[in-house]
T-cell receptor, first 114, second 114 residues
Framework: GEEVAQTPKHLVRGEGQKAKLYCAPI?????VFWYQQVLKNEFKFLIS????????ETGMPKERFSAKCLPNSPCSLEIQATKLEDSAVYFC????????????FGPGTRLTVL | GESVGLHLPTLSVQEGDNSIINCAYS??????FIWYKQESGKGPQFIID?????DKRQGQRVTVLLNKTVKHLSLQIAATQPGDSAVYFC?????????????FGKGTKLSVKP
């Protein structure tokens, strides 16, 4: 598609439950990025992919977060055993350019952990 | 670590006036910058980018100025309209660096008075 698509728009989980978020990058974009935005403020980088390969995962809390970008499937971000502090809006961005230039963002998934 | 910041958290302007949103960055290795507009409940929308081999770049009603000497970036919006009301973020990265993720500033809320 011509826009980054993210589903679901909203997700509510009880503390300790699993959450899975999806992202379909713009068609033809090889690079996918996940960011977390808390309280409508700062963005925290989580992980990036070049096609199905992890490009940079320095921002990922690896003990509970995982992500994949498999061929012919939407990319996914999964949080095992969610915590209250995971409540945030999770954005996916994609780019066709190497080096992370011109990243275009999706509408985000709002995760609320109760 | 190094980060991008903003001088003004809020900016209120009259419709039709020009707006200037400022951003300071501290990473001297950053040489690629993007401005995003984020409306309430939406993802960041790409406005304009600039590389460090330029000091000015113009788009439709927007101009980005880069002063590498003082590590300062600004976004100028001409003839500001009510639809420009949003939070504006600057973001930086090292062009060609091994990490493709953007580092975002804190955001400036622009309010346009009719």
């Amino acid at each position: 598609g011509e826009e980054v698509a993210q589903t679901p728009k909203h997700l509510v989980r009880g503390e300790g439950q699993k959450a899975k978020l999806y992202c379909a990058p713009i068609k033809g974009h090889s690079y996918v990025f996940w960011y977390q935005q808390v309280l409508k403020n700062e963005f925290k980088f989580l992980i990036s992919f070049q096609n199905e390969n992890v490009f940079d995962e320095t921002g990922m809390p690896k003990e509970r977060f995982s992500a994949k970008c498999l061929p012919n499937s939407p990319c996914s971000l999964e949080i095992q055993a969610t915590k209250l502090e995971d409540s945030a809006v999770y954005f996916c961005a994609s780019s066709s350019l190497a080096g992370g230039l011109e990243q275009f963002f999706g509408p985000g998934t709002r995760l609320t952990v109760l | 670590g190094e980060s991008v910041g903003l001088h003004l958290p809020t900016l209120s302007v009259q419709e039709g006036d020009n707006s200037i949103i400022n951003c300071a960055y501290s990473n001297s290795a950053s040489d690629y910058f993007i401005w995003y507009k984020q409306e309430s409940g939406k993802g960041p929308q790409f406005i304009i980018d600039i590389r460090s081999n330029m000091d000015k770049r113009q788009g439709q009603r927007v101009t980005v100025l880069l002063n590498k000497t003082v590590k300062h970036l600004s976004l100028q919006i001409a003839a500001t309209q009510p639809g420009d009301s949003a939070v504006y973020f600057c973001a930086e990265k090292e062009y060609g660096g091994s990490q493709g993720n953007l580092i975002f500033g804190k955001g400036t809320k622009l309010s346009v008075k009719p």
